[in-house]
Nanobody, 121 residues
């Protein structure tokens, strides 16, 4: 089992920045991807960004490209999501996940408890 613990959420004004962290209790398989998803009230969970442990290849949904950056620290088993130029529509609970998938939530095996991000206008 792998436990994932997110931190770094909070309340920020539009245009502001936040950095989310996701610490894994142990290193996952090298073939795994670490992903960030988000879920707003009344909406389905959606893919935000992902990074592969092995090569550091990154993936982003179109709505966050140029604003969000995903990165990893292999030594700390930690993944980060730097969020800049935040918009009210970024408001959601953000979840960290680990698994062999990329953009499909169904392919992730492990999930964190989520951290709330609220962007005020």
């Amino acid at each position: 089992q792998v436990q994932l613990v997110e931190s770094g959420g909070g309340l920020v004004q539009a245009g502001g920045s936040l950095r989310l962290s996701c610490a894994a209790s142990r290193r996952t398989a090298s073939s795994y991807t670490m992903g960030w998803f988000r879920q707003a009230p009344g909406k389905e969970r959606e893919f935000v960004a992902a990074i592969t442990w092995s090569t550091g290849t990154t993936y982003y949904t179109d709505s966050v490209k140029g604003r969000f950056t995903i990165s990893r620290d292999n030594a700390k088993n930690t993944v980060y999501l730097q969020m800049n130029s935040l918009k009210p529509e970024d408001t959601a609970v953000y979840y960290c996940a680990a698994g062999p998938g990329v953009t499909s939530a169904a392919r992730y095996n492990y999930w964190g408890q989520g951290t709330q991000v609220t962007v005020s206008s």
